[in-house]
């Protein structure tokens, strides 16, 4: 049986959580919590979720600069998040968005809207977790035919890995001994 998804809500109000924590074991997924935003990039970071709930206002450090902050950091940068927010307004909406919110959620929420922008938020990081896989088994098989420092030249710079043709005679034996 595939492991469940583990989802990070991250909200400063008891009753939300637990209401959010129904609703979503409910469903068969895995809660984490947070109750700041400070403590949300902490366990983001230590043990990434496959989706984050966040509220905007918030102690310690609001929704706008956990937004910013788990996408400037590798290891968070692809987690969904879908942010809850009672700030009414659309330039609210999209300052959200351009801070790398996936989605907005304008409390109070439908829990039939909260339940599809879950579901398809972690439809679309099970899709890309596959396809991350996939790139990464093709890596490591065709690593085994690439010299290390060839690898080094690339990985230090994708785009343009400084490998250039060389023109030159060269003479290739191949022997294939068996028994």
Known sequence: MAQPFKILIVNDEPDIVRYLEHVLHRL???????????????????????????????PVMDGFA????????????????IVMTALTGIENRV?????????????????????ARVQGALARKRELDHRLGDLARVRDH????????????????????????????????????SG
């Open 28 to 58: 068969g997924y895995e809660t984490v919590t947070a109750g700041d935003g400070a403590q949300a990039i902490e366990r983001a970071a230590a043990d990434p979720p496959d989706l984050i709930l966040l509220e905007v206002m918030m």
């Open 142 to 177: 065709f690593a085994k035919f690439v010299p290390e420092a060839v690898r080094r030249l690339v990985l230090a710079n994708p785009d343009a890995p400084g490998l250039y043709k060389h023109e030159r005679d060269v003479t290739v034996l191949f022997v294939d001994i």
């Open 66 to 81: 956990v937004c910013r902050r788990l996408r400037e950091r590798e290891a968070t940068r692809l987690i969904p998040v």
């Open 95 to 115: 300052k959200l968005l351009e801070h790398g919110a996936d989605d907005v959620l304008t409390k109070p929420v439908d829990e039939r809207e909260l339940v």
